[in-house]
């Protein structure tokens, strides 16, 4: 049996999540950009210039890991470079997700860290998603910077631009980036609060054991 999600899959769970997206706030206009494998050498992926929010099957392209357009008439977002580096480096990843989530931005573009221990499910579905400093956009800066982490890590955040998850299906990649958005919301009350309680060394421990029997292999370890 394929590993790779059928096409007419791959796209209805594009559309999907287009529409979560938008409707959350996570993108606005034509921000963002979703991509599944389809194949050994084909990637089904949102397009230049169109709303996540209000996308067709017809506007989707499929591109080849170079970047190629195979298939479709609109043109390849310059941000499909992350999504194809992604691919290349890990062939588990079958599914990436990239967005502007407002107050996962805020607090990357405050610098503030996303690895404390403060959230149990955090700690399994995340663990630590890296900080990176600025790149200009559509440039080769990105993936470049982004590439260390598709073996080890989750997501990361994109300082002054966005968040980019990715995972071994479509929805696995979007869930992440709404965990990251809760995560983000919930650290950030927690610092309006004056603080909190941090999960420990032994409880964090047993999180990831419990995110291995999972299936999880990535997140990295949170901050002690």
Known sequence: MSKYIKEKDAAASILDIGRRMYEKGFVAANDGN????????????????????????????????????????????????????????NPDIMSVCHAHPPVSTALGIAGVEFNEPILAEAVISLGDVPVLPYAELGSEDIPQMMAPYFKTHNGVILKNHGATTWGADPYGAYYRMESLEYYANILLTVRLLGGGSNLNREEIDALIKMREKFGIKQGGYPKV
């Open 34 to 89: 979703i991509s599944v494998r389809i194949s050994k050498n084909e990637i089904l992926a949102t397009p230049s210039g169109v709303s996540k929010g209000f996308m067709k099957k017809k506007m989707l392209i499929v591109t080849d890991l170079d970047g190629n357009l195979l298939r479709g008439n609109l043109k390849p977002s310059s941000e499909l470079k992350m999504h194809l580096r992604a691919y290349r480096e």
